[in-house]
């Protein structure tokens, strides 16, 4: 599936990041089954536990608006490598959006879709807390 609007998505929510520390500037873009788009960037705080990822921003934009269903996530940086969510971010990626198209965006705005078992093999979810 060609995912390049997405992945243009992402980058231009990258415009928006908050990223006054570690000037690591990220764009994320989240596709609902239903074909809607919610983008989100990284927001730091000088507490840097406090800070939140650009993907976790775009995900939890959608959930708030009564989003459930996703098909993909594209997360654009400035890496000339492709970008690829932190591990806080795969975990809620897998719990929030199951198996669906993680699209890795580099800086040149080329990509590659891996899916979320690829990226977070023997992933701990709710079936682990029963």
Same mark, same amino acid.
């Given at each position: ?5 997405? %992945? ?63 098909? %993909? ?58």
């Amino acid at each position: 599936m060609d995912y390049k609007h997405l %992945a243009d998505s992402a980058i231009k929510a990258k415009q928006n990041a908050l990223a006054i520390y570690s000037n690591f500037y990220v764009g994320a873009a989240v596709l609902t089954n239903e074909g809607k788009v919610y983008t989100g960037c990284n927001v730091e705080s000088s507490s840097y536990s406090l800070t939140i990822c650009a993907e976790r921003t775009a995900i939890f934009k959608a959930i708030s608006e009564g989003e459930r269903e996703f098909k %993909a996530i594209a997360v654009a940086g400035d890496t000339e490598d492709f970008i690829s969510p932190c591990g806080a971010c795969r975990q809620v990626i897998s719990d929030l959006c199951g198996e669906i198209d993680i699209i890795l965006v580099s800086s040149s705005g080329d990509y590659i879709v891996k899916k979320t078992s690829e990226l977070l093999p023997f992933a701990f979810g709710d079936k682990d807390l029963e």
